[in-house]
């Protein structure tokens, strides 16, 4: 029984694999609903990523909607959605704020020097205690929060330009943003 | 014409691995010694005929033949010579090609060096990777073929990802691919042994070599790879527990773990069914490290998607390689007898529990690496988990690995002197205890002081050995290879810990905005910030920053960091670094600022950072050294060796 263990942990990876193949043949990455959604966004009191003197909170915020993006300089998809942010941050036509995750800001910085910053402002959460009451899994992950503070809409993983196209201008236009036209 | 050449020699070589594969295998079941025989002209014709088609591709990069579809999207007319060479292998089906004549490297390198191994066992072995190079040749030729026609041709290509534009990446991927296809012989020779029932421990002395040849190789590809990524990714890392990171990552935890149980099974005869476990692993490991790189699984938005059935495809033959060779385990594992019995202060002990850490840490990568389909598998979406999961878990578990390594040599086989091993514990400790003193003195935090009470500690551990074998054994015999091999790996796991945690203790870093003519301090250096001029290569052009570094008022370097925009549009760092054995100057040029020519600029200084490389090469050394055993290529032993004394075994000379 013992000797077969190693092939019977091996065929779980086999089927995980499998999982992992179907999926991405069937679909492109999804949202996944959150119990937040509908709800107010958790209060926040975070420095900004490139000036810790000025903290940005809940409250500066509110008035109009904006994107609030997970990201994080050791997450391997975040440079993947990169670019996607690169190209697309200024067709939205809403402010889109970078939260820093569990980083050190010296690399967060440094990230986004080598590949250009998408963001209207970064904010900055070393502990990730703040990303806990976002219910934030890990990075990336992307909320458009409206102007009344009220999440309207999460996406967990990379942005694309499909989700955004399919499923974020969507909510955009609900709440009275206009994207650009070629979304 | 030419192009289908290759695709014409890669089929003939399918065919030549389908003869290697089956006859000899049926030869060493039916113990028909003419099929046996054709094992090793099937190994040297496929060779043959991989390596035609590969220099068939090689051709179309340096002629530029863009009506072949591959050489368009990986190369461009103003490419220079040498990365249209390395462009060869610069995208997925190349690097495939190169996968398989490296595999056949190693094949036909096994065919000339195994005239001591019995005939059957040969044919086995030869038969196993044959089996190997089909599928690989397989998917090559239904899904990946590199030889696909364009019409009608462009008249310029696309050019290689600048990326990849860097000399480390032209040695790269062949050092690497020569460590992960190099665990295939263990794999082979472990297959080889199941199947034959013969299970003595002859076979792992004689996989010995090849193991550690191969784990060298990859030792080497890792390091490479980690230098590149400093050099050219422009932010001053080394390491990124990225999933290509990981994937020759863990082959390489394996094949420590494995190339250290094999000593305890030839040695001792324990640890049998560990040892054949560890070789179907190391290679498993290889072959899912292409599995999760190629098919896409992880990286949902990069291009590989586009053809799931290369994705299908690889985890079928994974499945059929690994999941019949774990079945073949299981079906004939039982047979194996247990070894010498060992006491629980022992040398086998000490392998057992760094076996198991080793093991541990790789089943650690794995997970880390998988999470984001675990997570999409039960709805949590698809999310990375980055260094605050690997670091911590990683050092976790390697830190008692490091704390047995002075005691391994030390340590005898079957039972070891306790008293002895004391004192060896008080000497590397009282050596580690000044020297992280020293470290306090000289004022570095915690992980300063860690790095250098464990580098230290290591390296005394090292000395003591390499003295007690000076003083007690007779000249000639002091320092046999597998021994020095041994010492000078782990006097390098002490150089690449003091690299590691001095640098990331002591670097400092900036961002600074900086007008021409403007210095910043960093550490003791003056960064002097000249100014920005236009610069053209080959195939991009620049924007080149000039900075002098003074060191009390003199000169020391003259950096020239570079922006460069390459003829395909893509933007690409190149930082500047001024390399010396205590530290490394380096300087990032970020973007312009204003219109009076400042610029922001990331300084760093670096203190210790070639030293992990070179305890990374060190490790690399050992392990070719230790292959190079002559004990190793003798067909049987002439007796047991003495316990304690095995590395004074017997010596014959090379059949």
Known sequence: MNRLLPLAGFLLLVVLFGYGLWWNAHHDVTAVPSPLIGKPAPAFDLPRLHDPALRVTKADLLGKPYLLNVFASWCFACGDEHPVLMAEARELGLPLIGYDYKDKPADAKAWLAARGDPYTLVVTDQSGDTAINFGVYGAPETFLIDADGIIRYKHIGPLTPGVIRDQLAPQLRKLGVQPAPGL | ?655
């Open chain 2, 1 to 655: 014409m030419i192009p289908e050449l290759g695709e014409v020699a890669l089929i003939l070589a399918l065919l030549l691995a389908l003869v290697q594969c089956v006859l000899p295998l049926l030869g060493a079941w039916r113990n028909n010694a003419a099929l046996m025989a054709v094992a090793r002209p099937a190994a040297a014709g496929q060779f043959v005929f991989v390596a035609l088609s590969f220099a068939v591709l090689t051709w179309a990069f340096m002629t530029q033949d863009f009506s072949v579809a591959y050489v368009a999207q990986n190369s461009n007319l103003s490419l220079p010579w040498y990365y249209r060479f390395s462009a060869v292998w610069g995208a997925h089906e190349g690097s495939l090609l190169l996968w398989i004549l490296i595999l056949n490297v190693w094949t036909v390198a096994l065919a000339a060096f195994s005239g001591h191994l019995p005939p059957k066992f040969a044919a086995r072995v030869l038969g196993v990777l044959g089996f190997v190079s089909v599928g690989f040749l397989l998917f090559t030729l239904f899904t990946s073929s590199p030889f696909g026609r364009l019409l009608p041709a462009p008249s310029n290509g696309m050019d290689l990802n600048p990326v990849l534009q860097d000399p480390g990446l032209i040695i790269h991927p062949p050092m690497l691919y020569m460590g992960y296809v190099g665990f295939s012989v263990a794999f082979a020779f472990a297959i080889a042994a199941l199947l034959g029932g013969a299970l003595d421990d002859d076979w792992v002395r004689w996989a010995r070599p090849w193991t550690n040849f191969a784990w060298a190789f990859l030792t080497a590809g890792i390091v490479l790879g980690s230098w590149w990524s400093y050099a050219e990714l422009g932010w001053g890392g080394w390491w990124f527990w990225d999933p290509v990171e990981n994937a020759s990552f863990m082959p390489w935890l394996i094949g420590t773990a494995l190339i250290h149980a094999q000593a305890v099974t030839e040695k001792r005869g324990g640890l049998r069914a560990w040892t054949l476990l560890l070789s179907i692993f190391a290679f498993s490991l290889s072959l899912l490290g292409t599995f999760l790189v190629r098919s896409g699984v992880l990286t949902s938005v990069h291009a590989f998607a586009s053809d799931p059935r290369r994705g299908v495809y690889i985890l079928v033959f994974l499945g059929v390689v690994v999941g019949g060779s774990l079945l073949i385990y299981a079906l004939r594992a039982p047979k194996v007898a247990g070894g010498k019995p060992f006491a629980l202060l022992s040398r086998e002990t000490l392998i057992v529990i760094g076996n198991l850490m080793l093991t541990a840490a790789a089943a650690m990568v794995l997970i880390g690496t998988l999470y984001p389909l675990v997570g999409d598998a039960f709805h949590l979406g698809r999310v990375s988990v980055g260094p605050p999961y690997f670091g911590s878990l990683f050092i976790l578990l390697m830190a008692p690995v490091v704390l047995l390594i002075p005691f391994g040599p030390f340590a005898r086989w079957g039972k070891a002197d306790g008293s002895a091993l004391w004192r060896v514990l008080l000497i590397a400790g009282a050596v580690a205890l000044g020297g992280g003193v020293l470290a306090l003195v000289f004022g570095g935090d915690a992980r300063a002081v860690l790095g250098t009470v464990a580098a230290c500690y290591v390296g005394a551990g090292v000395v003591l050995y390499a003295r007690k074998r000076w003083r007690e054994a007779p000249a000639g015999r002091r320092y046999p290879a597998e021994m020095t091999g041994m010492l000078v790996a782990h006097a390098g796991v002490g150089v690449f810990l003091a690299g590691a945690l001095l640098t990331t203790a002591l670097s400092v870093e900036r961002d600074v905005r900086l007008d021409p003519g403007q210095s910043q301090r960093i550490g003791a250096y003056d960064f002097r910030f000249e100014g920005v001029h236009e610069v053209r290569g080959p195939n991009w052009t620049a924007q080149q920053g000039k900075l002098t570094v003074l060191h009390d008022g003199a000169v020391v370097a003259v950096m020239r960091p570079q922006k460069r925009v390459y003829s395909g549009g893509q933007v690409q760092t190149e930082a500047a670094v001024s390399a010396g054995a205590m530290r490394d100057l380096y300087v990032a040029l970020g973007e312009p600022l204003g219109s009076r020519g400042a610029w922001a600029l990331r300084l760093y200084d670096k203190p210790f950072v070639r030293w992990l490389w070179f305890g990374g090469l060190m490790m690399m050394l050992g392990g070719f050294i230790t292959s190079g055993d002559r004990r190793f290529r003798a067909r049987r032993m002439r007796a047991m060796p003495v316990p304690g004394t095995a590395t004074l075994a017997p010596r014959e000379s090379a059949a």
